[in-house]
């Protein structure tokens, strides 16, 4: 089982979306985002469990100190740390998704929730520029698409 942020899996299918096809290492923070990715990617019915708080992505990272995220965050107006905007992203991502931290998720069911929240991104992602916001809309929905579709998978269930 992946404990995962919701806006880590968006993020994940967001760069499907763009084309990424096989993560690789992220040298720099030295995080799990390309073994988790990978995993999710090649295997939709993982069992996923989510999280505000930490999870399988940020644990191995050389940024996370204490159980948070100690990277600086100086491009959203009102927040200073990458820890408090991620909690606010997934929190918001609960709310609108119904989720309960408890349960446990499928990458399968999450594609089919998002799949009926067509503005989810909107809803979520509020104090981006509207530039940025739409460009991640029209890549996360690519990947959902593209997922959807991989090998068939999706559409089987449909």
Request: hydrophobic share 35%; glycine share 4%; aromatic share 8%.
């Amino acid at each position: 089982m992946i404990v995962i942020k919701p806006h880590h899996l968006i993020d994940i299918m967001k760069l499907y979306g763009a084309g990424v096809e096989h993560f690789v290492p992220d040298e720099s923070y030295q995080h799990d985002f390309y073994k988790v990715a990978n995993c999710i990617i090649e295997n939709l019915d993982t069992e996923l469990q989510f999280t505000i708080l930490g999870d399988d992505i940020c644990k191995p990272c050389n940024r996370f100190k204490d159980s948070r995220c100690s990277d600086p965050l100086d491009h959203i107006r009102g927040y200073h740390c990458k820890d408090t905007y991620n909690q606010a992203l997934d929190s918001r991502l609960i709310d609108q998704l119904k989720l309960d931290p408890n349960a446990i998720y499928t990458p399968r069911e999450f594609i089919e929730m998002l799949s009926r929240d067509r503005d989810i991104i909107f809803h979520v992602w509020l104090e981006e520029d509207s530039g940025l916001t739409e460009k991640r809309n029209r890549l996360f929905q690519e990947g959902l698409k593209k997922l959807r579709n991989v090998n068939g998978k999706m559409q089987e269930r449909d």
